[in-house]
Each structure stands twice: as C-alpha cells, then as structure tokens.
C-alpha cells in the first residue's frame, strides 16, 4: 500500500486488490459506467456476481504478469488501474491496460500516477514486454497523457462503439517496455 497526495491535496490510498474488495468493486463499475461514455460500459451493466468476481481477482492475483490496483480515498473507490495478460506463451509478454476513475477525481493527477503505476509493474515483473490499451477517438485528454507516457498510435478500429445511435472509432495504442 502506499499513499499520494492529489493536486487538490487529497489522500489516497493505493493498494492490490483483495478478494474482499468484490462487490465494492462490482458496485464503483456500475456507478462510473454512467458517468461517461468513454467506458466500454454504461451504468448499471458490469453484470458480474460477487463469487464470479472473487475468483477473478484470486485468479489475477496469482499472475506474474497481471495486476489490479484500487485508489480510495476516505475508504471509497475512486478508481481503479489494471494490467490483465494472458498466460498462454505466444501472447503472455502483452498486457492490457485499464484505468476508470471517478470523474469527481478526473484532471488531478490520479491517472497519471495509476499509469506510472503499471508501467513501473510490467518493467518489474520480468515478463511483460508491451503494454496495451483502446480509447475511443474522441477521449483526447486520455489520448494526450498516453502519448506523453510514450504509447503509439497501433491502429483504428472503424466504428467500434455506438452510444445513443452515433458511432465512434476505437484507437488502439501500444507502449514497448
């Protein structure tokens, strides 16, 4: 575990993700995903069950290459930073990033920690040698700290995400460690 400070001078706590932290986890998923539409997910629609994502997190928790990150600030989940690989030979060297963060606590500095985080994790596990993401084309201040971090635009994928009958192109970045 360990605390920073954000640009507002909040604490928060940043830890690896428990078993126990399931369905607190199942619930920010629900909230955030109506916060925006940046997310592959709208509200109310991480259908997962608590005993489902438990055993995912033991799962993750058990991969070299793999890990979850909470940030919480006064006990409450404000977001969260994960790097999923897969375990298979050929692929095992790629992670897949992801970060939500609540947007009360977007434009502090938060994301750019988490991503510090994980990168700073697959150059240390000694497995990973590319790190992965996708945004939407329209998700600039993401795209602007991606590029800052080093990743390169990979690819575009045409008309990838309709929210509300308009469609929007997913880009796909990549970062070498």
């Known amino acids: 575990m360990r605390k920073i400070m954000l640009k507002n001078n909040l604490e928060v706590e940043i830890r690896k993700v428990e078993k126990e932290d399931a369905q607190s986890i199942i619930d920010f998923y629900n909230v955030v995903g109506g916060e925006t539409d940046f ?3 709208g509200k109310n629609e991480f259908k997962k069950e608590r005993e489902e994502y438990e055993a995912y997190i033991g799962t993750v928790s058990k991969e070299e290459n793999s890990i979850m990150l ?6 409450q989940i404000v977001s969260i930073a994960t790097i999923n690989s897969s375990q298979k030979e ?5 992670g897949t990033l992801g970060i939500v963060i609540s947007e009360k606590y977007t434009g502090l500095g938060l ?5 510090n985080e994980l990168i700073e994790f697959t150059k240390q596990n000694g497995i990973t040698q590319k790190i ?12 602007e700290l991606y590029k800052k971090l080093g990743f390169e635009v990979e ?10 009958g308009q469609y929007y192109d997913t880009i796909a970045m990549g970062l070498f460690i």
């Not at 909470?70 to 006990?75: E, G, N, Q, R, V």
């Not at 690819?155 to 509300?164: L, S, T």
């Open 132 to 143: 992965s993401l996708v945004t939407r084309e329209d998700n600039v201040v993401a795209i």
């Open 111 to 115: 994301g750019r920690i988490l991503m």
């Open 39 to 41: 997310l592959s997910f």
């Open 70 to 75: 909470l940030a919480k600030i006064d006990s």
């Open 90 to 94: 050929r692929t095992m060297h790629v």
């Open 155 to 164: 690819g575009v994928f045409k008309k990838d995400n309709m929210i509300n």
